[in-house]
């Protein structure tokens, strides 16, 4: 089925599809991203592009017959945090009356390593659902805006992923977004340390520019990127909730790089949109239920860093609701194959 035929006869759709209004945009915020806040598109919970596929026949299998799918991605910023950081937590938590939480950030001032230091957890938690998920490391260099580790630090972390059939993708630094040597190199360094080729990544701040960070992400060599949503809110940024090759308008021509688009970022929730654990389980419900009526795929982003106290439980809650319906839970290599093996 060629979607973009289908697209093309509905200008309203392909206009969402292909993000037009990003074309040349008159403004970006603090870190150079189109925001949502800014948008023409104000239906942003809901995937209409999807939708209008799905209405002329689009259809999507998934293993074992499942009825949708949720892609499961981790982003690596930092895997070390100082004392300071300890100490400025758990006063936070003292001040809120978040008495456990206190408590728990107490016990971890004792320690370098947590509670970032915490991927075997992430990967028992995600083994009891059946999940597989993707991890996207930096590959900075030591004095460059967002070094916070040597990733030649974490060769023995980056080997147990790999064992328990999880990804290591590359979390691109602050400008790789824009430069496709960047993006290379970085991709080449992680490559070395993993012993294995590397074919996704995310931008660091989500940070994306259409379409132009999809034609340099493929003259680099990725296969898939997991960047395109919204920080500053959640949902589907072009109105989709399928997985889909982007078209570049400038050029008139496809792009040969698989979008696997963001849905739910976990800091979204509390930094931007000021949500209570009450509102944020209510959308995410929502959004989940949508993806699954479309037959579509979920892609959820949690960082390491929100992986303890009440944000872990929040993302074990995301995985029990997703298992009970039924989804294939998996990382965005797998989705990627599958996708390929279907195409």
């Known amino acids: 089925m060629d979607l973009y035929k289908i697209l093309q006869k509905d200008p309203e759709m392909w206009d969402l599809f292909t993000r037009k209004e990003e074309y040349n945009a008159s403004f970006y915020d603090q870190f150079e991203r189109f925001p949502y806040y800014v948008s023409t598109n104000r239906n942003i919970f809901e995937p209409r592009v999807s939708k209008y596929l799905t209405e002329h026949g689009y259809h999507v299998d998934y293993p074992e017959e ?3 799918a949720v892609c499961l991605t981790h982003d690596i910023d930092e895997v070390y945090t100082s004392l300071i950081k300890k100490k400025d ?15 728990q950030s107490l016990s971890m001032m004792r320690s370098k390593k947590l509670p970032l230091w915490n991927f075997n957890d992430i990967l028992a938690v995600e083994e009891r659902y059946g999940a597989k998920s993707s991890f996207y490391f930096m590959a900075e260099n030591a004095g460059e805006r967002d070094y916070t580790y ?12 790999v064992d328990h059939g999880c990804e290591v993708g590359l979390h691109g630094g602050h400008s790789s977004y824009s430069d496709p040597e960047e993006m290379r190199s970085k991709k080449e360094r992680l490559e070395k340390i993993l012993h294995k080729k590397v074919i996704g990544y995310r931008n660091h701040y989500l940070r994306f520019k259409v379409p132009d960070t999809w034609e340099y992400l493929h003259e680099a060599g990725f ?5 395109f949503g919204y920080a500053d809110c959640v949902g589907f940024r072009n109105g989709m909730c399928h997985p889909f090759k982007p078209f570049n ?5 496809p792009i040969e790089i698989l979008e696997i688009p963001l849905s739910i970022m976990d800091c979204t929730f509390d930094f931007y949109m000021k949500l209570d654990t009450r509102r944020a389980w209510d959308l995410s419900k929502n959004l989940i239920d949508t993806v699954k009526k479309y ?6 982003l949690w960082h390491n860093i929100y992986f303890f106290g009440n944000q872990r439980k929040f993302y074990e809650q995301l995985l029990k609701y997703c298992a009970e319906q039924n989804a294939w839970m998996t990382s965005g290599e797998e989705i990627f194959k599958w996708v390929n093996r279907r195409d």
Do not use: H, W
């Not at 937590?89 to 408590?103: C, D, I, Q, T």
């Open 66 to 68: 499942k009825p949708f």
């Open 223 to 227: 296969l898939y990127d997991v960047t």
């Open 150 to 161: 040597q990733i030649e630090d974490c060769g023995s972390v980056l080997g147990d992923i």
């Open 295 to 300: 037959n579509g795929v979920l892609t959820l």
């Open 249 to 253: 308008l400038s050029t008139g021509k």
């Open 89 to 103: 937590a758990a006063e936070k938590y003292l001040r809120a009356g978040s008495f456990p939480e206190f408590m």
